[in-house]
Nanobody
Framework: QVQLVESGGGTVQPGGSLTLSCAAS????????MGWFRQAPGKEREFVAA????????DHADSVQGRFPITRDKGKNTGDLKIDSLKPEDPAVYYC????????????????????WGQGTQVTVPS
């Protein structure tokens, strides 16, 4: 059974930082693409970032380019999304997603391309 577990969400001040982590287990293929999406209340789920199995290819949404570096542990199904310089539009539930692949440099930016999803971790700002 495939399981994705996210961690690291919380409350952060505007302009602040935190790191989200994802760990996937139970995958049957050796390689996978890892992606992050987010969904704010009343909005559709949107792509944030993705990284290839070999860690060489990265893709980011324009809204987070340069602020949300995505990394992964080489050869493993674990990875991080660092949130830097948090903006008012960034708070949301963040989801980790994984797609098992054959091509080690593949990345995907649409939610329906991913096979497996985590339960989500919330990022908020102080009220």
């Amino acid at each position: 059974q495939v399981q994705l577990v996210e961690s690291g969400g919380g409350t952060v001040q505007p302009g602040g930082s935190l790191t989200l982590s994802c760990a996937a287990s139970g995958l049957t293929r050796r390689s996978s693409t890892m992606g992050w999406f987010r969904q704010a209340p009343g909005k559709e789920r949107e792509f944030v970032a993705a990284i290839s199995w070999n860690g060489i290819i990265r893709d980011h949404a324009d809204s987070v380019q340069g602020r949300f570096p995505i990394t992964r542990d080489k050869g493993k199904n674990t990875g991080d999304l660092k949130i830097d310089s948090l903006k008012p539009e960034d708070p949301a539930v963040y989801y980790c997603a994984v797609k098992e692949v054959v091509t080690e440099n593949a990345v995907f930016s649409t939610w329906f391309q991913y096979n497996y999803w985590g339960q989500g971790t919330q990022v908020t700002v102080p009220s």
